[in-house]
């Protein structure tokens, strides 16, 4: 509300991988993510009128200690390294970069986008 009387925001939404390319095993989750995917588009044409950018980062394998299992596992660690084309795992402030520009004036102009945030993996 505060946003629409301002006429002005951003609206960041993060997603997953997950959502973009599909997942063996997780349905479910790749289904979510995949519907944070709709929730932007939809909320940018909605919101455009007020002013309002909404957009979407999509995350692959990102150094926290959600992905600690994989990354502590040489066997897993191997399986997911070799889908990422950059060859490694983000660094959260490698990611947190792409949250500062599409908060910021420079990205005043776009709306409704996905940004994949992870390494080449959505295109492997």
């Known amino acids: 509300k505060y946003m629409m009387e301002q006429k002005s925001g951003a609206i960041i939404n993060v997603t997953s991988v997950a959502g973009v390319v599909g997942t063996v095993g997780q349905i479910n989750y790749s289904a979510a993510k995949g519907g944070v995917i709709a ?19 999509s995350l692959g394998i990102v150094e926290t200690d959600m992905t600690e299992k994989i990354r502590t596992d040489p066997k897993l660690q191997e399986i997911y390294t070799r889908r990422i084309l950059l ?9 947190a970069s792409a949250f500062v520009f599409l908060a910021s004036d420079d990205a005043r102009y776009i709306t409704g986008q996905l940004l994949q945030v992870d390494g080449g993996y959505g295109m492997t």
């Open 87 to 95: 060859g490694r795992f983000a660094k959260p402030e490698e990611v």
């Open 39 to 57: 929730l932007t588009k939809s909320a940018a044409r909605e919101l455009a009128r007020y002013g309002i950018r909404v957009n979407c980062i």
